[in-house]
């Protein structure tokens, strides 16, 4: 198909997601994408984007990977998908161990879906039924924080507090308790943000002085949460919330589902504070950005209060294609690339890097809060409304895929970025900048 073909037909008949479509007949551009290679998409005519999101924050070590490629070639001639109810498979015990091995053994035991808002479903029903189990039904309520994004199906809505995708829904969800966000942007002067981070677990502590009897979990995306604009805190936030979750016997969920998978410079992002979820949810990076699928890992003690004589107190949950051993080998072949090419330690320098190519977006008088936490790099930007989206333009005109969230433009590149591509990136974004604020 040409790339006018591709246009005009994807407008016709695909209803793009996140996207109100008329403004397509407007000055939202729609790309067309005929082929991937490493950091690189293509048009028909051979016009060309550097992916400086990874594809909504899923693509590890870039498009069509010659060795990811490679083992799902493999597994294609040996298994596609079988059911896991009563059958199991080599990829899926595979990435069962050597997930739980990551976590140095503390969740031990892995449940499958396709896609992160599931993995939230997933991890607040086990976390509500567990209550159940062990004779505590009236936990039953979940906290989440100010701006935390954790799927937009309706259950994973309750839990999800960005308004734009909540707000048209708001009759049909069961809202969670929301608490203060730990984000370090509220430093006042003088204020650390490790400050900040125990000012925001203090109204933790209150709010659970006062509720911990109705709380079944607290869920958050440690470290950085995304969607509420990259607002990034300090890992003494996780410690305390650890603690009082301790304290007032209230489940700790880690969404980890943007952060994990090495994007925030740890394996996990938990390792940073020195603590362990009693839930963790993986996806996006988790298949290296190739095929849908999710995980929640949970602990020997949550394990073991659904394992039972009684049908009805087992987790019940199911998904068609939970545990597809296509997306589970193309997880393995990305623990492989992770192992193999020592991936953390090369992107502290390549972090470092492209945040040293930034630094004179950093000074920009219109630039405020500039902020890295490993591979996720953000800054704010002073303008009108219309910023983000110009910025989105100015940047696509030279060859740079970066879209900004409000008037927030962040970078998540892929694992791959060598220093001429981090060199390419931060020119065109400086360029990209000044177009955008005229
Ligand atoms: C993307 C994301 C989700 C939802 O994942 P989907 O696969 O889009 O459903 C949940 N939580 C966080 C932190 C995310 O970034």
């Not at 979750?245 to 996990?268: K, N, P, Q, Y």
């Not at 090369?346 to 809060?369: F, I, M, S, T, Y």
Request: net charge negative; charged share 20%; with cysteine.
């Amino acid at each position: 198909m040409s790339n006018a073909d591709l246009l005009r037909r994807s407008l016709a008949a695909v209803w793009h997601p996140c996207t109100q479509m008329k403004q397509h007949a407007a000055d939202l551009p729609l790309v067309p994408v005929v082929r991937g290679e490493g950091l690189w998409l293509y048009d028909a005519d051979g016009r060309r984007y550097l992916d400086g999101i990874s594809s909504w924050w899923v693509n590890l070590f870039g498009h069509c990977n010659p060795r990811i490629n490679a083992a799902l070639a493999d597994q294609l001639g040996r298994l596609e998908h079988v059911i896991l109810a009563g059958f199991t498979h080599e990829p899926v015990v595979q990435l069962s161990e050597r997930l739980s091995a990551l976590t140095g053994g503390a969740l031990g035991h892995c449940f499958y879906a396709s896609d992160g808002a599931s993995a939230t479903e997933i991890a607040l029903k086990m976390s509500f039924h567990y209550w159940q189990n062990t004779g505590r039904p009236e936990k039953r309520e979940f906290v989440a924080l100010a701006g935390g994004y954790h799927g937009e199906t309706v259950g994973a809505l309750a839990v999800t507090d960005v308004a734009i995708f909540r707000d048209a829904y708001a009759p049909l969800i069961r809202a969670a308790h929301v608490v203060p966000s730990p984000d370090a942007r509220q430093a006042a002067p003088g204020e650390t943000a490790a400050d900040v981070a125990r000012r925001a677990a203090a109204a933790l502590e209150t709010f659970l002085e006062d509720h911990h009897e109705r709380i079944a979990a607290l869920i958050v995306e440690p470290l950085v949460q995304g969607a509420a604009g990259m607002a990034m805190h300090d890992p003494e936030y996780l410690r305390l919330a650890r603690a009082l979750c301790d304290r007032f016997e209230v489940h700790l969920i880690c969404d980890e589902i943007a952060v994990g998978c090495g994007r925030s410079g740890t394996f996990f992002a938990h390792e940073q504070a020195g603590i362990k979820p009693d839930f963790l949810c993986l996806s996006k990076g988790i298949s290296g950005g190739y095929l849908p699928l999710s995980v929640v890992l949970t602990t020997d003690r949550v394990y073991e209060a659904f394992y039972d004589d009684a049908t009805a107190r087992g987790f019940l949950h199911s998904h068609s294609y939970t545990g597809n051993a296509l997306a589970c080998r193309a997880a393995l072949a990305t623990l492989d690339l992770f192992a193999e090419d020592d991936v953390l330690a090369k992107n502290r320098a390549r972090g470092d890097k492209l945040e040293a190519l930034l630094a004179p977006l950093a000074a920009h008088e219109k630039v405020r809060h500039f902020r890295r936490r490993g591979m996720i790099l953000a800054f704010d930007v002073e303008a009108d409304v219309g910023f983000g989206r110009r910025f989105y333009r100015e940047a696509l005109a030279r060859e740079l895929l970066l879209r900004p969230m409000g008037n927030t433009v962040y970078f998540m590149p892929p694992y791959i970025l060598g220093d001429d591509d981090a060199a390419f990136l931060a020119a065109a974004a400086a360029a990209a900048l000044e177009a955008a604020l005229r």
